[in-house]
């Protein structure tokens, strides 16, 4: 879909890893890590969205936050815009901030109750610029403005604000800096159905407006068709697709990307009879003792002895997607991809065979 | 640019909110009202009601007639056992109680706040001090108290003169043995505060540390600190009066709330009035605080203003 001769990636992430320890025992000793993202490289092209994509626990709102380093990594590197995020010393980290933002999950807990909306969407200026009052209160009300909200509304407080109105103030301040990078962890989560739409078109408008870049992390995927330009989807901790949004939900190619997929409604009464919904058996196994081999080889339809022995590495199978998995990496047997199969194994959870 | 920003209302201080909406908080404007009069009584009351508080007759056939009597124009508040005078001894007493409780809760909810935050916000410090208030908890306090008294009441006397140094003494005694439960309490608050997004927010605009703490966990622990804080003085007054009696806080002539009431105990049958003002004094103004506390605490509260 993206030309690679064009200009360098804004975020690239290389080998992203977060682990987090476990302490167990009266002596609170490190027996373990949870997993939460391994291994995990993907390229941002400017301008452009990604969305990420997966159920619940499988490590997306974990890398966002990494990528903004909210969460230290333990290995790998992030370099957004050609700064490596990763290392960066506390100063210096302070004065790349500007430059990444982020939209939070839930509007209500991401706003401190006690400050005013103009003083929440003033806070990042207040710390990163040596505006006047005066300057200042006019950026806050042109930030209002782009979010499409009533600048009457500067003295109030987020409890009188309904959750798309909150959402907007989340926006506007991640926008106070003029980011290059917005990760946005699930913005349109804890909205209900008509308030959604309303904040991915805000999102789009204001991504056209300002050349903003995303990293869209949702586990809507209708909506993630709508927003994204390419489309990770991540499996307990590792990115198990990577391709672009048409091809992805066209025809998907790792079998968990098509079982998740598959999961999408039909607005389409006649098309929705006939989709054929990919039952996963068994339960996503705890990311702090991930399978050996494949991660999602515990529950695939087309599991093969190798996907229990190696790990496949995330490879590029058609031009423009990458892929981890077996079926297509190995010479070993034809891709069918078109799954369906029934998982006739019964697998524990965190079991390896 | 459809409406000028002229036109719109500036934002404004928050202060004048807080104002508006103690104001409507009746049980605090009468808390207020009332300790407002408790520290008129005592500060002012002195200089009309010229009697000395320690005065004793030095004719001791006077002195004798003049003990124990009923409320009449020359003692409002009748005399004690040596007939000194219970009102200016009242005002007198006051003075020192209020001064005590409000400087001695001050210094407990500062180091317990100061201790709490730091606990609840660096985990590296958390273990250490959490550790360090257990052990203060563990610590039996009057015996603590005795010995803090014993060692230093003398040398702070000479240095300071023997009020500002028993005074200064008295607060900072009790305002170290009862931080403790401050700072538990904040400690839990604030470590349920820093996991909250909007403090995950303001590290991704980069706000450093000190002004997370200062802009977002305080303002938010506001409450249980103010509770901590209408209950202290109540506790820091008994305290020193239980100091008082066991002869280790201010001399036994030196009045107190918390002296009066000990002094009287001992005639609760006779004249039982010599136990009821002071410890009307005592309950008026702990009873005011708290509603204080309470009105603060309600005014600070976006979400409970306006409403």
């Known amino acids: 879909m993206r030309d690679t001769t064009a200009p360098p990636p804004l975020v690239r992430v290389r080998g992203l890893k977060i682990h987090f320890p476990i302490y167990t025992g009266l002596f609170r000793r490190h027996t373990g890590d949870v997993r939460a993202v391994d291994d995990v490289s993907f390229d941002i092209w400017p301008g452009e969205t990604l969305g990420l994509v997966g159920e619940s626990g499988c490590g997306k709102s974990t890398c966002g936050r990494a990528l903004l380093r909210l969460y230290e990594p333990t290995a790998g590197s992030v370099q957004i815009a050609g700064t490596d995020i990763a290392t960066l010393d506390a100063g210096a980290l302070r004065r790349a901030r500007p430059m990444m933002q982020m939209v939070f999950q839930d509007p209500q807990a991401s706003l401190n109750p006690r400050m005013t909306l103009a003083d929440i969407i003033g806070e990042p200026l207040s710390e990163h610029t040596t505006l006047t009052q005066d300057e200042r209160l006019a950026r806050i009300y042109e930030l209002m403005d782009q979010v499409g909200l009533n600048r009457r509304f500067a003295n109030r407080y987020p409890h009188e604000f309904s959750g798309g109105q909150r959402q907007r103030i989340g926006i506007a301040r991640a926008l106070a800096l003029n980011p290059k990078f917005v990760v946005c962890d699930e913005p349109i989560a804890a909205l209900d159905v008509s308030i959604q739409a309303q904040v991915v078109n805000l999102l789009e408008d204001l991504q056209d407006r300002l050349g903003l870049t995303y990293l869209f992390i949702s586990h809507d995927l209708s909506m993630v068709r709508h927003i994204a330009d390419r489309v990770a989807v991540m499996y307990l901790g590792r990115i198990a697709e990577l391709s672009p949004r048409d091809a992805l939900y066209e025809r998907p190619l790792h079998p968990y990307a098509q079982a998740l997929l598959s999961a999408v409604p039909e607005p389409d009464p006649a098309r929705e009879s006939s989709r054929r919904r990919i039952i996963l058996k068994g339960d996503v196994p705890s990311p702090a003792r991930p399978p050996r081999g494949c991660r999602f080889c515990t529950r695939c339809p087309q599991v093969m002895p190798v996907c229990r022995e190696v790990q496949p590495e995330l490879a590029e199978v058609e031009p423009g997607r990458l892929v981890a998995c077996h079926l297509y990496t190995a010479t070993t047997q034809t891709a069918g991809p078109t799954g369906g199969t029934e998982a006739t194994e019964h697998v524990q959870q965190g079991e390896t065979p | 640019m459809t409406d000028a920003p002229d036109t719109l209302e500036r934002p404004r201080s928050q202060w004048r909110d807080v104002w508006l909406q103690f104001r409507s908080h009746k ?257 008026l103004t702990v009873l005011s605080v708290n509603y204080i506390g309470d009105g603060l605490r309600d005014a600070l509260d976006p979400r409970i203003r306006g409403r």
Request: glycine content about 8%; proline content about 7%.
């Open chain 2, 27 to 283: 049980g605090a404007m009468a808390g207020l009202a009332v300790f407002v009069t408790l520290i008129l009584f005592v500060t002012l009351g002195p200089l009309i009601w010229r009697i000395d508080p320690t005065y004793i007759d030095p004719d001791p056939v006077r002195m004798i007639r003049g003990r124990n009597q009923p409320p009449s124009w020359a003692h409002p508040l009748g005399t004690d056992q040596l007939g000194r005078d219970m009102l200016a001894r009242m005002m007198a007493g006051g003075q020192v109680s209020i001064a005590v409780g409000l400087v001695a809760m001050s210094i407990s909810v500062l180091l317990g706040t100061l201790v709490g935050v730091l606990a609840g916000y660096f985990r590296k410090l958390d273990n250490p001090l959490m550790r360090l208030t257990d052990l203060f908890l563990a610590l039996p306090l009057l015996p603590l108290l005795l010995v803090m008294v014993m060692l230093f009441r003398d040398a702070l006397a000479r240095a300071l003169g023997p009020e500002t140094g028993t005074f200064l003494m008295i607060v900072t005694a009790i305002g170290v043995t009862s931080w403790m439960q401050a700072a538990r309490i904040v400690r839990g608050e604030v470590l349920a505060l820093k996991e909250r997004e909007f403090v995950l927010a303001a590290r991704s605009i980069g706000t450093p540390s000190r002004r997370i703490i200062l802009r977002h966990i305080l303002p938010n622990v506001m409450s249980p600190i103010m509770v901590a804080a209408t209950l202290g003085i109540a506790s820091a007054i008994i305290t020193e009066s239980a100091l008082s009696f066991l002869g280790l806080g201010f001399p036994p002539d030196f009045p107190t709330w918390g002296r009066l009431l000990f002094d009287g105990v001992d005639y609760l049958q006779q004249y039982p009035e010599r136990v009821i003002w002071p410890g009307l004094a005592i309950s």
